[in-house]
């Protein structure tokens, strides 16, 4: 489960405490904003109001008198008559109001009146509220004071309005002077406080329940999602178990699986004492129609065949992939091998029927190995190993049957894994190496050629012979880095000998079916030939005829491919495949090898002799060259010499040599050929 899952309750909680704060702040400035306006508001126009009784009642008695007493000393104006009465005048209007106190300005900013007389003479002209009611508009503003001085005497902790308010007779006339009212309006700041802390308690009063009510759906909500994770997680998991376990082609459970499931089967079968077999099941023809129709037609052929693999099994039994072509199906409760066999007779029956595939029937031809438990192994990875043994006996003896397990089979199966093993070193470790056998022109009397072949040197005196892993290295797929090794290695020691003095000389090298499966064989071989500095009519390459049996457009494409190099082309082994004489004609070939198995007996069988001659004057005909292969005694090539055979190659001349002896041998068989 991922560990930073995601908290919606963390989120929502965080983020609406944030948002709740924020809203407060902004409401309470926005209600101390929208009261204080109206405050102001309300006071300004009592001020004014004030202002202008003031100005109706007093003004134009006094008026004259105010707008020269800025020229009279202070302490002359407080003495003064009109002084006097207007300050009395004044205090009478203002009693029982919430006035702190009153100034009036004469057009110059001077103070000429005020309630406080230390005021007087003080100059505002330069205050904007003077400057707002100069011009006609009243202006006010509230502010707070610790100690202020006011008609009543000194007062604490006061708020007040002061409002500038213009004199003037009637609003067309001209302003006369300024009256500057202070008026408290500290009880209604108090309440306008106290009203602002019930509105924010039942705001968030209001948002706190809204808060619980979200946060039990947001919990609610979380759970959910959390469980909905939860679950997802597990399904992904699962899926993700599966694909490990599984093989993606067919959803069969794969080698690993499959190991634990007999294992888990072991565990219970000696529970119950009761036996179990592994069925390890080869479809031996798939490999070649994978390669020749495509891959997409091979998974198809492999989905089908698991489909029909599983329609043909018990209840209860379990069937896996292991590999490419290779299955294994577990049975559990076997009560005697008869019903395994009969299990395995069901199979081949059902594999009887073709796959049909784009039109097409495909017959395939299962090998199926058994193993048994207790019998034949007490551990899951022995079971696979024994029943593998046991498919690759089936695979021998025909294909389309099944063999149990014996112990010669598991000695026979770990020698071929020991072998399959030692192989995929030999090559990085120089194991390989190549011998040469000379092809004779006995009609020129000279060594035109040799034939590479390759040796496998395992160990310090085991020298093995390509009849002992050839056939394994096609099977294994490790006949192209090795085919490759040959092509440049003999190309190498050909060039060489060029260099040596051996000039015309030509090698031959054989070329694998798994080869040619490959489109790229020919940039293989012209890069060879570019590497080594060997000229391409220097190279020969023979290939068999169970190349007929191929795509044949696209071999023979290949074929021309390589013939267009200057490479020239030799058909391995004649006579012995399944040949079409159509066919051969088609072939860019130069020359037909004739196998060994006619030339043995061409002196004692004359079906044999027959044979070779007319398959020398076929060649003729067919403007190709003749190669005998296998001349093992001057009668044989007497034989050959009545039918002017071009070229020859055996033992009668000389048998595969190291590299390092085939100039001697050359020098050799020229001294032989002139006596």
């Known amino acids: 489960m991922p560990k930073n899952r995601l908290n919606l309750t963390r989120d929502f909680s965080i983020r609406t405490i944030i948002s709740v704060i924020i809203i407060l702040i902004l409401l309470v400035v926005f209600y101390r904003q929208i009261t204080m306006d109206s405050l102001i508001s309300q006071e300004t126009r009592n001020n004014s109001e004030l202002t202008n009784n003031l ?33 009395h005048s004044i205090q009478q209007r203002l009693r029982g109001l919430r006035v702190l106190k009153i100034k009036i300005y004469d057009l110059q900013g001077v103070t000429v009146y005020s309630t406080l007389q230390e005021q007087i003479g003080d100059n505002r002209w330069d205050n904007a509220g003077f400057q707002s009611a100069l011009s006609g508009v009243p202006l ?42 202070y008026s408290d309006v500290t009880h209604l700041h108090n309440e306008i406080n106290r009203t602002g802390y019930v ?84 479809l031996a023809r798939f490999r070649p129609i994978n390669e020749t129709m495509g891959h997409e037609v091979g998974d198809q052929i492999i989905k089908k065949s698991a489909v029909r693999m ?25 009560t005697d091998s ?61 294909r389309n049957c099944y063999v149990f397990y014996t112990d010669a089979l598991n000695a026979s199966s770990r020698e071929r894994i020991e072998l399959e093993m030692g192989l995929r070193k030999a090559l990085q470790a120089n194991e390989f190496e190549l011998h040469y056998q000379p092809r004779i022109s006995p009609m020129n009397k000279r060594v035109i050629g040799c034939e590479a072949l390759i040796r496998w040197r395992r160990g310090e005196h085991e020298l093995m012979f390509p009849d002992q892993f050839v056939k394994l290295l096609e099977e294994s797929d490790l006949i192209i880095p090795v085919g490759t090794w040959v092509l440049g290695e003999a190309c190498r020691q050909c060039y060489a000998w060029h260099k040596m003095g051996l000039k015309g000389l030509r090698v031959s090298v054989n070329l694998s079916l798994r080869q040619f ?76 090898k004739i196998d060994r198995a006619f030339v043995q007996d061409v002196t004692h069988n004359s079906q044999h002799a027959a044979l070779t001659s ?8 067919l403007n190709m060259g003749v190669v005998v292969e296998g001349v093992e005694d001057s009668e044989q090539q007497k034989f050959l010499e009545q039918y002017a055979c071009e070229e ?28």
Request: proline share 4%; hydrophobic share 40%; aromatic share 8%.
């Open 55 to 87: 100005s109706q009642d007093l003004w134009p008695e006094y008026a004259k008198f105010l707008s020269s007493a800025s020229s009279i000393p202070r302490k002359d104006l407080l003495l003064h008559p009109n002084f006097k009465d207007l300050n």
């Open 140 to 181: 006010s503003d509230v502010s707070f004071k610790n100690e202020m001085d006011t008609i009543e005497g000194t007062v604490t902790n006061r708020h007040y309005v002061y409002t500038y308010a213009p004199i003037q007779r009637s609003p067309e006339d001209q302003v006369e002077g300024v009256f500057e009212v």
């Open 338 to 398: 008869k019903e395994v066999a009969n299990r395995a007779n069901r199979l081949l029956e059902d594999f009887q029927e073709p796959l049909l595939m784009n039109e097409k029937e495909f017959v395939m031809t299962p090998s199926i190995g058994i193993a048994l438990f207790p019998s034949d192994a007490q551990k899951a990875e022995t079971l696979l190993e024994s029943s593998g043994a046991a498919a690759l006996k089936a695979t021998k003896e025909g």
């Open 517 to 592: 499966k490959s489109n790229d064989l020919p940039d293989v071989i012209e890069q060879t030939l570019q590497k080594t500095g060997l000229a391409a009519q220097y190279l020969e390459v023979e290939v068999t005829e169970s190349l007929m049996a191929e795509e044949l457009e696209r071999v023979i494409e290949l074929l021309q491919r390589i013939k267009r190099l200057g490479v020239m082309i030799s058909l391995d082994d004649f006579g012995t495949g399944y040949s079409s004489l159509s066919h051969l004609m088609n072939f860019p070939v130069d020359h037909l």
């Open 199 to 282: 509105i924010t308690g039942g705001v968030i009063f209001s948002l706190a329940a809204f808060y619980l009510f979200l946060l039990f759906l947001i919990k609610r909500a979380d759970r959910l999602i959390h469980q909905h994770q939860e679950t997802e997680n597990q399904l992904q998991e699962e899926r993700m178990l599966f694909q490990v376990r599984h093989d993606k082609l067919t959803g069969l459970s794969n080698r690993s699986h499959m190991l634990e499931l007999v294992e888990q089967a072991l565990h219970r079968s000696r529970r119950t004492d009761k036996a179990l077999a592994v069925l390890q099941i080869n």
């Open 614 to 621: 007319a398959i020398i004057a076929m060649a003729r005909s």
């Open 310 to 334: 599983v329609k043909s099994m018990r209840n209860g039994d379990i069937l896996g992939r292991l590999e490419g072509d290779l299955f294994l199906q577990l049975m559990e409760g076997i």
């Open 648 to 675: 020859q190659q055996g033992y009668f001349y000389a048998k595969p040599l190291p590299a390092k002896d085939f100039p001697t041998a050359v020098e050799d068989i020229k001294r032989r050929l002139r006596s």
